[in-house]
């Protein structure tokens, strides 16, 4: 079975902190996909990233980064000098090959504070 | 281009009344899945579809959950004599479908907010 925790429920800091959302998974599967999602107060579920479990490369994309390390199970994004639009609950996915599904961890409330 | 589509963006029902949400997936997504996200909670897996063909529906809670998609594209999931337990988010999603293994990025709708009375 697969798991992931994402063990901070709420961050909050100041506008112009980095801040970085842990991910931890669990799966005896080899080949994994690794997924990060912003949910806004609006509802809606926005796709920020995908990895798969061939490339550890870090990721960079403007003021968000993320640190996949395979040694650790772990896969954490970082903001950079974070802005009060960057509010939302963050979630980290995780789906196996041979299987569509996502499973979620439980998200990370962050708030941005002016 | 247009997104995931769901409809009704909130409903309301009485203990015991069945409902029916309504999901557009994104115009040539092949895959559609369907997942329930209760309050402060992740999203959980329901269901999943590759065209027409519902090829998991490990996650459907009970036989009072049932989901179609007769032609492969708008998909429905109808929740039979509601229980105040089924009061959730209930989030569609669509993928391209090209991996046959899985891993493909899914893009959501803004859901159907479900309250049962």
């Known amino acids: 079975a697969q798991k992931v925790t994402q063990a901070q429920t709420e961050i909050s800091v100041v506008e112009k902190e980095d801040v970085t959302l842990d991910c931890v998974y669990e799966?005896?599967?080899?080949?994994?996909?690794l997924f990060w999602y912003k949910q806004p107060p609006s509802g809606e579920l926005v796709f920020l990233i995908r990895?798969?479990?061939?490339?550890?490369q870090n990721e960079i994309s403007g003021r968000y980064s993320w640190n996949f390390q395979k040694s650790t199970s772990s896969f954490n994004f970082t903001i950079t000098a974070s802005q009060v639009v960057d509010s939302a609950v963050y979630f980290c996915?995780?789906?196996?090959?041979?299987?569509?599904?996502?499973?979620f961890g439980q998200g990370t409330r962050l708030t941005i504070n002016p | 281009g247009a997104g995931v589509s769901q409809s009704p963006r909130y409903k309301v029902a009485k203990r015991g009344q069945d409902v029916a949400l309504r999901c557009d997936p994104i115009?040539?997504?092949?895959?559609l899945f369907w997942y329930q996200q209760a309050l402060g909670q992740g999203p959980e897996f329901l269901t999943y579809?590759?065209?027409?063909?519902?090829?998991?529906k490990s996650g459907l809670p009970s036989d009072r959950f049932f989901a179609e998609r007769p032609e492969g594209s708008v998909s429905t999931l109808k929740i039979q004599r509601t229980q105040q337990e089924d009061s959730a988010v209930y989030l569609c999603?669509?993928?391209?479908?090209?991996?046959?293994?899985?891993?493909?990025?899914?893009?959501f709708g803004p859901g159907t907010r479900l309250t049962v009375l």
């Open positions: 996915a995780l789906s196996v090959w041979g299987a569509q599904k996502l499973v």
């Open positions: 579809f590759q065209n027409e063909a519902q090829l998991d």
């Open positions: 990895r798969n479990s061939f490339d550890e």
């Open positions: 115009s040539g997504h092949v895959s």
């Open positions: 999603a669509s993928s391209l479908g090209l991996l046959a293994g899985g891993g493909d990025t899914q893009y």
């Open positions: 799966t005896r599967d080899t080949t994994y996909y």
